[in-house]
Antibody
Framework: EVQLVESGGGLVQPGRSLRLSCTAS????????VNWARQAPGKGLEGVGV??????????EYAASVKGRFTISRDDSKSIAYLQLNSLKTEDTAVYFC?????????????WGQGTLVTVSS | NFMLTQPHSVSESPGKTVTISCTRS????????VQWYQQRPGSSPTTVIY?????PSGVPDRFSGSIDSSSNSASLTISGLKTEDEADYYC?????????FGGGTKLTVL
C-alpha cells in the first residue's frame, strides 16, 4: 500500500526556520517527482515547488512567493523529500502537502499525503 | 504565468449531472495536463481525474474529465450525483513544472 506522510510542522516565530519531511512507502521513490503545495486556513491550494527525479538531476523549481526562502531536497535512500522553510512570514501559515508524480509511462495518478500544519506567529 | 479560473460554487440535486469548468487565462489548455482533485472538509486532496481525462482505479465512472481548446478550458463532469460527492474540487495544471491550481469550486448536493 502506498503511503505518504508529512511531518515537521508546528508553531514557529516569524523569521525562524522549519524543515518539513515527506516520507513515502510502498513505491519506488526514485521514479517520482515530488511536489509541495500549501493551503492557508480557509483558502485554496497553492503550489510551492517541485523537485525532479535524481536521474534527471533532481531539478528544483519554486513559486515566486517562496523563491529564495524555501528549498526542496530529496534522499532517495530513505524515500524522503524535504522542504526547508527559512525566513518564515505570518503569511506562510498553512497546511503543507506533498504529492508524488510518477515520471515513467504509463503514468499513475498523483498521490497526496495528509499534510502538516505550519503556524507562523509571535 | 497563467491562472485557472473556476466557479466559486455549484449546486445540484442527487441523481443529476453537474459540470465544473476551469478556464486557463493564457497559453493553451492543451499544453499541460489538467488534474482534478476532490477535497472534503478536514481531509487532504484526492485525485479524481489526471492527465485531462484519466480516472484512477477506485474512482467511480460517474466522474469524467475533458478539455476544450475552443474555450481554453477543462471540465469535470459528475453524473448521478450522490450526497457523498459534496466537497471542494480543484483543477490543477503546471507552469514550469510548478503546480497551478484553480481557486476551487464548492459542490453542494441538495
Amino acid at each position: 500500500e502506498v503511503q505518504l506522510v508529512e511531518s515537521g510542522g508546528g508553531l514557529v516565530q516569524p523569521g525562524r526556520s522549519l524543515r518539513l519531511s515527506c516520507t513515502a512507502s510502498g513505491l519506488t521513490f526514485v521514479d517520482y517527482a515530488v511536489n509541495w503545495a500549501r493551503q492557508a486556513p480557509g483558502k485554496g491550494l497553492e503550489g510551492v515547488g517541485v523537485i525532479g527525479t535524481t536521474p534527471l538531476g533532481a531539478t528544483t523549481e519554486y513559486a515566486a512567493s517562496v523563491k529564495g526562502r524555501f528549498t526542496i531536497s530529496r534522499d532517495d535512500s530513505k524515500s524522503i523529500a524535504y522542504l526547508q522553510l527559512n525566513s518564515l512570514k505570518t503569511e506562510d501559515t498553512a497546511v503543507y502537502f506533498c504529492s508524488l508524480l510518477y515520471q515513467l509511462l504509463p503514468r499513475k495518478p498523483p498521490g497526496w499525503g495528509q499534510g502538516t500544519l505550519v503556524t507562523v506567529s509571535s | 504565468n497563467f491562472m485557472l479560473t473556476q466557479p466559486h460554487s455549484v449546486s445540484e440535486s442527487p441523481g443529476k449531472t453537474v459540470t465544473i469548468s476551469c478556464t486557463r487565462s493564457s497559453g493553451s489548455i492543451a499544453s499541460n495536463y489538467v488534474q482534478w482533485y476532490q477535497q472534503r472538509p478536514g481531509s487532504s486532496p484526492t485525485t479524481v481525474i489526471y492527465e485531462d481525462n484519466e480516472r484512477p482505479s477506485g474512482v467511480p465512472d460517474r466522474f469524467s474529465g475533458s478539455i476544450d481548446s475552443s474555450s481554453n478550458s477543462a471540465s469535470l463532469t459528475i453524473s448521478g450525483l450522490k450526497t457523498e460527492d459534496e466537497a471542494d474540487y480543484y483543477c490543477q495544471s503546471y507552469d514550469s513544472n510548478i503546480q497551478v491550481f484553480g481557486g476551487g469550486t464548492k459542490l453542494t448536493v441538495l
